[in-house]
């Protein structure tokens, strides 16, 4: 028998290991597959890629007509399916490599992280609204179950408050999907899409809040994002990294992919969306100023460039979709970069505060520079990546004449300086002798040092990836071609 | 460390001057969508990259003294590079590049010294990141206009556009020069920096914001004219710069004669020269530009050797207050001699070319009849005779008032040679002071498609106010200084010396053990009390950005508690707003 190489690998892949886990256990094949799945899934994103950059992959498995499952993976979504299976090589690398806390080694840590990709997979792949709400709740599952891990008061609150929270915005999200399936009696996206001019217009208003609060919630937007330091704070960093670099940037895509997918004319709601992502990005860096937490600012920096790629995305013109597609890219790589060194620190001095961090250069000094690099990567300073895709959104933004984002979004830069390199003059603080408490191996710093050479790589050369990212924005913004694409010419 | 890495680092340093030799074709290639980077050697870079290979291995073979600080070269190379790229580039994307990779590695080579604190690190690069994002803003405006990225005249740009273009790119500027009241960062990062790395920060950084400025002018064909017209015979935007030039030169070198430090004096000193620069560019004029472009020339090669010749007597002695030095003349003959030679040239007198630059200035202000700018320049460059008499005085002469200073020796080689070429430099272009001229400054002027100043022989430097001959200049002074220090040579055995500095005593008084009998101590604190100048040196605008990192801070506290800890209140503002937004999209829109 031969196994068709399709998108559907995405998520079945993940979804059989994770449930056969008690047999990797027996076999002691837990943290080679648990690396190995992802990798495996990106070598399949890649072998899928010359495809993909022709024509949208479509994969129906029906059940029973109309019902069934919708995969979809165009170019668009791509880039967020090998980002995702990426992120999740690079923590799951670093978990079995920095050979750390047992309780990220051990069965149930491994159910949950492959969940977490396939649900997140799912969701970025799926062309039906239903199967979107099923995979957002096993993505959402996994993530409360990998924070409540390590058995300890903070950990436990994290874990119950992301539930509560994040039952909430899935309720939000389906009522919205039971509204949209009231008024169209359809469930496939591309269906949807046809038919939502034709409901109502305070009907479309209603769904439209509805999914905004809901998706609003889950991608950590302005006023629905005050559950976000907590929870990275009480998490494990790497696990937190996941939060960052993975899951909101899948809720983000989710939520601009309906936005052009639904909306016939997505002007307005662009500028909202824009509205909201300004008011994340200030807010989240003006509060980042204060923090004397590693996590918690890592948290508040996330935000602020969560705000950025939203007011890129929302403003829907290509240049901008690109480079807020790119920088979606980059924040992650510098995002995972940046909270593996947190794990490390943490470790290493057993405390994530500023106080107790002082003078950490020279006790690690590879973790140091790590730190530094990030965080010149996530200003935005050139030569690296974080610079090139902000360049490009910046650009695009010039190119329409639109000159409020560009201001807010240097100011935000300025601001974000002021807090990086707070840090990184007190981890270089010479007055402080600083011993480790616990050792750090080697292959630990493996996972981190791939990351930095990507960022340094993208920065230096951007033009070896642009083209995707091109096409990826042509994907995301091109209603008419992804409906000819599923319906067919005739619709 | 090995040898093949020191010889790899010095290699490095000398690769502007490389460049400068071998640069003949132009470099492009494409970064993403829309932008290409493409290199290209314009003769106004050129002149800033001849100043960069001066400086780069003079100061790059003191680093390389043992026990070396590796992260300091390789971050020392990382600036190289990023200066080298910003002086090569064709386009505003390269040379953005370029700037920031320059602020942040010299960021980063700030850190190592032991001295820096918060405040300095943290005001060294919020200033220069805000001069950075200010450059990005005005780049994209003039993407905006012009619809590429190239750096070119901008034809056709509406006044609006190109108020905004000045605004952005000439505050980008003046932050990095340093004029006031953007200069904070500048006397605070110059005292704490590494000492060798405060001779590349004054001598070699600080001019990019010169090269900016003057950059700033070749983006429009009638620059500073184009404006608001003329005043009295000169551009009437570029009488508002000059004067903020010249504001900055006077306070900052008040400030400087009030310093107790060598460092900060050289920094307050290097304040005020960029404000001359900045008056000269104000000016606008061929002469004007040239009178810049040598001040810039004289100042790189004044303040390395300066820098270094403190560098060494900080390393041989350890303090750096004029009050705990002195005396080192005998110890520390050849910084003594770099000193001087030094703070002849910083003052601007003959035979040095000091002399030329502020001549070529002071006579272009002549021709734009701004006599006024002119009085007070000269009130300011007379007013620097005295912190330079200082610090050749406090440091060198007088008694020694520590025990390291008496104990001092002279400074090891690597920090001796770069003196010497600095000084060889130096003199030789005072007495050829049209050298420069022809080789390195009407090669610009004509770039710049602007009259030449031309010179009859290397040895005059020719002007249409008049000029001088530097060879007979030379020949004076060197013969005057001969027979002066002939005949105190031969007097000096009937003088009487005294024993201990507690010999001295007058009017009843007795000085103690901590009586400072240093001739410059308290020089400041009289200062205050002259009136005007009292004012001066009083007024600062730390309180301004304290004052704004205070309030930013506070909002911060502010935001910050919308961020409880409660998950009933997440929920409850999501659930409020969106009922709210329900209801407002209710009421305009007839639910």
Known sequence: MTLPLTPVWFVALPLLLAFASPLWVRLRLLMPLLVGTPAALLLLAFVLLPEVRTAPLLETIVIAPPLGIHLQLDSASWILVALISFAGLLTNAFIWLADGEPYLRDRRAFVFLLLLIAGCNGMVLTGDLFNLYVFLEIAGVSAYA???????????????????????????????????????????????????????????????????????????????????????????????????????????????????????????????????????????????????????????????????????????????????????????????????????????????????????????????????????????????????????????????????????????????????????????????????VHPVGRLAYAPMAVAAGLIILLGVAPFLVDALFSEGAQALLDRGATLTAVLGAGS | MSWMLRLLFLAVSLSPAALLMAWDADLSWPLIEGVRLSLTLTPLAGFFLVLLALVAPLIALPMLRRPSDVPSLVLFVLLLIGMQLLLLAGDFVSFFIGWEVMTWSSYLLLLRSPR???????????????????????????????????????????????????????????????????????????????????????????????YGLILLLTLFPDALTGFAGRFLNGPAVGYLLAWVGVITSIVATFKAISQEDMKRLLAYSSIAQVGYITTAIGVGSSLALAGALYLALVHTLVKVLLFISVAGIVLQTGQRRFNDLGRLIERMPISFFGVLIGIIGLAGMPPL????????????????????????????????????????????????????????????????????????????????????????????????????????????????????????????????????????????????????????????????????????????????????VGWILRQGTQGFYLGLAGQMRAAAALLGTLYVGRPQTWILIAVVVFALSLAVQAMMGGL
């Open chain 1, 146 to 436: 990998l924070s409540a891990l390590r058995r300890d008061a903070s950990a436990l609150e994290a874990g119950l408050k992301y539930l509560i929270i994040g039952s909430v915005a899935a309720v939000f999200f389906l009522f919205s999907v039971v509204l949209v399936y009231l008024q169209t009696g359809q469930l496939n996206l591309a269906a949807i899409a046809v038919g939502f001019g034709e409901i109502p217009g305070p009907m479309q208003i209603l769904i439209g809040l509805l999914m905004l609060v809901g998706l609003g919630i889950k991608a950590e937007l302005f006023p629905f994002n005050f559950w976000v330091p907590d929870i990275y704070q009480g998490s494990h960093p790497a696990v937190a990294g996941l939060y960052s670099g993975l899951l909101v940037k899948v809720f983000l895509f989710v939520l601009f992919h309906l936005v052009f997918l639904l909306l016939a004319d997505p002007k307005v709601v662009g500028i909202w969306l824009m509205g909201l992502g300004a008011a994340t990005m200030l807010i989240a860096e003006v509060v980042a100023l204060r923090q004397e937490d590693l996590r918690r600012m890592l948290a508040y920096s996330s935000l602020g460039q969560i705000g950025l790629i939203t007011l890129a995305l929302g403003f829907g013109v290509e240049a901008t979709t690109a480079g807020g597609l790119f920088h979606m890219v980059n924040h992650t790589l510098v995002k995972l970069l940046l909270f593996l060194t947190a794990a490390v620190l943490l470790r290493s001095f057993v405390s994530a505060q500023l106080a107790d961090l002082a003078g950490a250069g020279r006790a690690r000094p590879l973790a140091a520079a790590l730190f530094v690099l990030g965080a010149l990567a996530v200003m935005g300073l050139p030569p690296l990546s974080g610079f090139a895709s902000k360049l490009w959104i910046l650009k695009g933004f010039a190119e329409a004449g639109v000159f409020w984002p560009v201001a807010l979004i240097l100011l935000a830069a300025l601001i974000e300086a002021g807090y990086y390199f707070r840090w990184i003059k007190v981890l270089y603080d010479p007055s402080v002798q600083l011993q480790a």
């Open chain 2, 116 to 210: 820096t604190d918060m405040v300095t690190s943290q005001s060294y690069i919020l200033f220069n990141l805000a001069s950075a994002f200010l450059l990005l803003a005005g780049i994209l405006v003039f993407y905006s206009v012009t619809g590429d990225f190239l750096i070119r005249a901008a034809t056709e740009v509406s006044r609006p556009q190109a108020l905004s273009l000045v605004v952005l790119f000439g505050l980008a500027f003046l932050i990095k020069a340093g004029t006031l009241p953007l200069h904070i960062w500048i006397p605070r990062s110059y005292d704490q920096a590494p000492d060798l790395f405060s001779a590349f920060l004054s001598g070699s950084i600080s001019k990019m914001g010169v």
């Open chain 2, 353 to 532: 070319p000091g002399f030329a630059a502020k001549y070529l200035v002071f006579v272009s202000l002549v021709d734009a009849r701004w006599l006024l700018l002119l009085a007070a320049m000269i009130l300011a460059s007379t007013a620097a005779f005295i912190y330079c008499y200082k610090l050749v005085y406090a440091p060198f002469l007088g008694h020694a008032n520590s025990p390291e200073a008496r104990e001092a020796r002279e400074a090891p080689w690597p920090y001796l040679v770069p003196q010497v070429i600095l000084m060889g430099l130096l003199v030789l272009f005072g007495l050829f002071p049209g050298l420069a001229i022809d080789v390195l400054i009407d090669p610009v002027l004509v770039g710049l498609q602007m009259a030449p100043i031309g010179s009859e022989s290397w040895a005059k430097l020719s002007t249409a106010y008049g000029g001088y001959d530097g060879v007979v200049l030379m020949l004076v002074f060197g013969t005057a200084f001969a027979l002066v220090t002939g005949l105190f040579l031969l007097l000096r055995g009937r003088m009487r010396r005294a024993g201990s500095p507690h010999d001295l005593s007058f009017a009843g008084e007795v000085p103690t053990a901590e009586t400072p009998l240093h001739y410059g101590a308290g020089m400041g604190r009289e200062l205050r009390r002259i009136p005007l």
